[in-house]
């Protein structure tokens, strides 16, 4: 039996389509983007066949003994040595004649230390152009044991995030010391003595139950208000009610 | 993220009510998310529609079958196009496909799209017009004949057995064309029914409500399109053809709206522990758009006119009228469905303890400037394809003609 006309076209424009396909499958596309392993493995060796920059912490360590054990003693303990002095491979292996790189100016601290309002709470950050203006960070602190010259006086110190949202709420003029109390080691090694938080809901009562004293704050009753939830569930003390 | 993009989060803060979570401020699927069920909904529906002739035999709908499968592919085609834009880097959309993820439903998309363009769309067009490119290609001038010709891939065979083959072909492509048309819209069901996690979209309902709504505008979008298009002709519209086709579309409204009904009865008969912020969302955020657009101006209304117009003997001109006004009011009808779904799914909290605001773009690349040129994109393809190729079988104007 004949194969009918149209069938002949359509068969060769789908071996068109497909052989298109394959070709390009099987070609044109690099392997390692479409193999079953791990996604373009070939990276790895691209990667591999660069030259190395880096000597790594135990290189430093094996020379300046006496840095590296001071360091690890300090809040730097986490950072490597090539993380503020950059690659050293170079110097490693001729110690003599590459002279590490060290940052000496104004510019490097800030990178960490700035104050940036995503930065965790208690992280230590000052505002550059208000902190000891011209002066190089190095001249009262030292990047190898890092420590401030006097204990913080205020909570805003460490907490400026806080601080700042607290300012602009209707809790603006409450004493941090209203509902935390804070025992003295907390402001040395601020991890090892962690401040109080309120944990009831009587607590908040104590200014906004119908019947507390102070006449300003926003009165509820706390027998139906809210059901089984605790007050900071829905209202963020440190800006409560918030409009944004 | 953008400055403006934060400030816009930031003014959408004062329209949020109750407790969010923090990362629940920004709508992540936005108005294109919203169009692109929306065009595949048509072409599902549009095919459909043209499969009846082809299939069922109603000869009635014949003047409208090509027309159907013109604007099948030209909505089809236009498809993808608001995913690769809310792609936000459309450009890598080229690792998804040389990286086919064979258990992702999503990924789904473009197997069953390849599929119903390439197997049974583009094949059922090619057979159905053959014999007259075959003809239109001896006929026209240069270039118009080597167009033609290239399309009818320079087949030159238009003895009667071929063309019988080719109506036994469109017969078994059709039966083919069908389930795939449901695959294709209902897919889009499946993936927002298949989302646990929210309630508003988790439903099994939710494949084939999306699927009747479908065939509800498809049938209703040719039906626009054939009156326009006869008007600007100046031709005489086919009324027994008019009239078979909308009572098809008055029983699909009718077996929509009883889906939809019965979805919102079982969840609130259900009343599991995300009634409360659905019915607030309702009769809330979505109070315009699903009770005043989606059921009384897209469904209670148009399902009004049509049983008006089919209980009682109007004239042409006045049904016509009638039913002009009813599609129109179900596209708006349907299109509002599908922002009900897309955004309102995203519009309350996953605490089920709050709402948030969706802030529309203008200009952006998810705006509704882009969301308009994409809507009006398929009927530009649309005109092309009717210039190029004639809706009416040669035969059929030549006898009318006559």
Same mark, same amino acid.
């Given at each position: ?244 | ?41 048509? $072409? ?37 196009? +608001? ?10 959309? &080229?690792?998804? &496909? ?12 473009g197997f069953v799209y390849a599929w119903y363009l390439m197997a049974v769309l583009l094949l059922e067009l090619w057979f159905e ?21 290239? =399309? ?36 889009v069901g499946f993936i927002f029914g298949s989302v646990k996690a929210n309630p508003w979209w988790s439903s099994v309902l939710m ?8 065939? $509800? ?68 955020? =979505? ?8 059921? =009384?101006?897209?469904?209670?209304? +148009?399902?009004?006119?049509?049983? $008006? ?38 519009? &309350? ?5 709050? =709402? ?21 994109? +398929? ?24």
């Open positions: 039996m004949r194969i009918p006309e149209q069938i002949q076209r359509l068969a060769i424009v789908t071996a068109v389509i497909i052989g298109g396909v394959l070709l390009v499958r099987f070609v044109l596309i690099p392997r390692s983007l479409i193999s079953d392993d791990l996604h373009r493995a070939s990276t790895v060796q691209r990667e591999l066949a660069k030259p190395i920059k880096f000597a790594g912490s135990t290189a430093c360590q094996d020379c300046h003994e006496d840095v590296s054990s001071r360091v690890r003693k300090g809040y730097h303990k986490n950072l490597s040595c090539e993380g503020c002095h950059g690659p050293e491979a170079r110097h490693a292996e001729n110690p003599m004649e590459v002279k590490p790189f060290a940052p000496r100016d104004r510019k490097f601290c800030p990178l960490c230390h700035g104050y940036d309002p995503s930065r965790p709470t208690g992280f230590p950050q000052i505002n550059p152009t208000a902190h000891n203006p011209i002066k190089p960070c190095i001249t009262c602190h030292n990047p190898h044991d890092p420590v401030p010259l006097t204990a913080p006086q205020e909570c805003s110190a460490c907490h400026a995030q806080i601080q700042r949202t607290k300012a602009v709420s209707s809790h603006a003029l409450l004493q941090c010391t209203t509902c935390h109390s804070v025992p003295a080691q907390h402001k040395k090694t601020p991890r090892s003595a962690w401040p109080s938080k309120p944990d009831t809901r009587a607590f908040c009562g104590g200014c906004h139950g119908k019947e507390a004293t102070p006449k300003d704050a926003p009165k509820i009753d706390m027998s139906t208000h809210g059901g089984r939830f605790l007050c900071w569930q829905c209202h963020y003390p440190h800006l409560p009610e918030g409009r944004g | 993220m953008n400055p403006e993009r934060i400030q816009d989060l930031f003014d959408l803060l004062g329209q949020v009510t109750g407790y969010i979570y923090p990362n629940e401020i920004e709508i992540h699927w936005s108005i294109l998310v919203v169009v692109y069920p929306y065009v595949t909904g048509l $072409v599902a529906g549009a095919f459909i529609l043209a499969s009846l002739v082809k299939v069922f035999k109603v000869k009635e709908v014949e003047p409208t079958y090509r027309l159907a499968l013109l604007t099948a592919l030209a909505f089809l085609l236009v498809a993808p196009l +608001p995913l690769l834009l809310h792609l936000s880097q459309p450009m890598r959309s &080229f690792e998804i &496909f040389l990286t086919p993820n064979l258990t992702s439903a999503m990924a789904m998309f017009y053959r014999r007259d490119l075959v003809v239109l290609g001896k006929e026209s001038t240069f270039p118009m004949s080597w167009i033609y010709r290239a =399309l009818s891939l320079f087949s030159t065979d238009v003895s009667d057995r071929a063309v019988a083959f080719d109506l036994k072909a469109i017969r078994m492509i059709t039966i083919i064309g069908i389930p795939s048309a449901f695959l294709l819209h209902g897919y494949p084939i409500v999306f699927l009747m709504s479908a065939i $509800v505008s498809g049938i209703a979008l040719v039906v626009f399109l054939y009156m326009v298009l006869t008007s600007i002709r100046n031709q005489p519209i086919d009324m027994r053809c008019l009239d078979t086709i909308v009572s098809y579309l008055f029983y699909a409204v009718i077996v929509d709206f009883s889906l939809e009904a019965l979805d919102f009865i079982h969840r609130l008969y259900q009343s599991e522990e995300s009634v409360k912020i659905l019915g607030t969302l309702i009769t809330n955020k =979505l109070f315009m758009s699903l009770f005043v657009l989606q059921i =009384l101006l897209g469904m209670i209304i +148009p399902l009004g006119i049509l049983v $008006v117009a089919r209980s009682r003997t109007f004239n042409d001109d006045m049904r016509k009228l009638l039913y002009f006004t009813s599609v129109i009011l179900i596209q708006v009808g349907i299109f509002s469905t599908r922002w009900n779904v897309v955004i309102g799914g995203q519009l &309350f909290s996953k605490s089920f303890r709050g =709402l948030m605001a969706y802030k529309m773009e203008v200009m952006g690349i998810e705006g509704l400037l882009a969301a308009l040129a994409l809507l009006i994109l +398929p009927f530009v393809i649309l005109t092309v394809f009717i210039r190029l190729l004639p809706t009416e079988r040669m035969e059929d104007h030549v006898a009318r003609t006559a």
